[in-house]
């Protein structure tokens, strides 16, 4: 992958936190193929090793085991490094109602000790994965950055003071921060399996075993389902951007078009019956609404694109049919 205008160059250090997680992993693996050296820093407790272990041979990887709740572990990951993509997180808005302790101890304390430790390296530019779970309550459509609601989750609370925390960093030490408020990302190597695996590669398994999806509420609600790839894209366009009015600020990260849950299965049902024509008669089944669930999510995508240059090449359903193909690859 390659975007225009920007040159990856072999002599920057990254490190990216959550580098063995789904999107992490996918960032390593690009920047490696760049040319840049990867220092990944992960405590596998929602990160894998298989998504990691054709990384594991290339002598420009470094695999660096450790907790970001632990500042000597964010100090030593930070050591040397040019540029920091933060996407270590705990997500899920239903496990941070079932354990909002946890959630503000990684995603909150665990981002605090990691702008430290960047800012103590002398880190060029950090950027930190936020989420469009800040808009909150707002109904305003399509979801401008510096318009928000108020929080409908402990989820939602950490990623806001995540934001909080970046833009008095950058006005108190003068660290470069850039935030990406991901909407609703998908693609290769989203883990399918356990209590709070997104609804995309959950509705896949289970479609693919022939069992109906249960969709929570009518189906109505929407998202502006974010293929993995324009993330990567963005990632990158923020850290080499030379714009210095394109820095200390937040973008979202989407494609600008909305998908409701009963849309969604269809489309799944139809990329995968190609593979599986029996796929095509499992009909979805409606459980309750789910708490603290924002019912619609579109982005406006236009900041992104004036002063990032964000192009996003996949919309959703040609990164729908991308992560289908990896899916029946990989998993079935």
């Not at 090793?49 to 030593?76: T, V």
């Not at 406006?300 to 240059?309: D, H, R, T």
Request: glycine share 8%.
């Amino acid at each position: 992958m390659t975007i225009q205008g920007f040159n990856l160059k072999p002599d920057h250090l990254f490190l990216v936190t959550g580098g063995a997680g789904f999107i992490g992993s996918n960032l390593c693996e690009v920047l490696l193929n760049n040319g840049n050296r990867v220092r990944c820093l992960d405590n596998f407790a929602t990160g894998k090793k298989d998504n990691i272990k054709d990384l594991l041979p290339n002598s420009n990887f470094e695999l660096l085991e450790g907790d970001i709740r632990n500042i000597d572990d964010c100090l030593q990951a930070c050591e040397g490094v040019d540029y920091v993509l933060h996407q270590a997180a705990l997500g899920s808005v239903p496990r941070s109602i079932k354990d909002p302790i946890t959630s503000n101890e990684v995603n909150v304390g665990g981002f605090l000790n990691m702008l430290l430790a960047a800012r103590d390296a002398g880190v060029k530019r950090f950027v930190y994965a936020a989420s469009s779970s800040t808009y909150g309550d707002s109904k305003s459509l399509p979801k401008v950055e510096d318009v928000i609601g108020k929080p409908l989750s402990p989820y939602a609370i950490t990623k806001y003071v995540n934001e909080l925390y970046a833009e008095i960093f950058s006005k108190t030490y003068g660290i470069e921060t850039i935030g990406l408020r991901y909407f609703n990302v998908f693609g290769r190597r989203q883990d399918p399996n356990g209590a709070y695996a997104a609804v995309i590669p959950k509705f896949v398994m289970q479609l693919m075993k022939h069992q109906s999806p249960i969709i929570n509420g009518d189906g109505s609600f929407s998202r502006d389902f974010t293929y993995v790839d324009n993330v990567i894209e963005m990632n990158i366009r923020a850290v080499l951007t030379k714009d210095k009015n394109a820095i200390n600020t937040v973008y979202n990260v989407a494609f600008g078009e909305r998908t409701n849950l009963n849309e969604l299965v269809v489309l799944l049902k139809k990329y995968l019956s190609r593979f599986d024509p029996a796929i095509g008669n499992v009909d979805p089944e409606y459980g309750p609404k789910r708490e603290g669930d924002v019912p619609h999510s579109l982005a406006s995508i236009e900041k992104a694109k004036k002063l990032l240059g964000y192009d996003p090449k996949f919309d959703m359903q040609s990164g729908l049919q991308e992560a289908v193909k990896w899916y029946w690859k990989n998993l079935k």
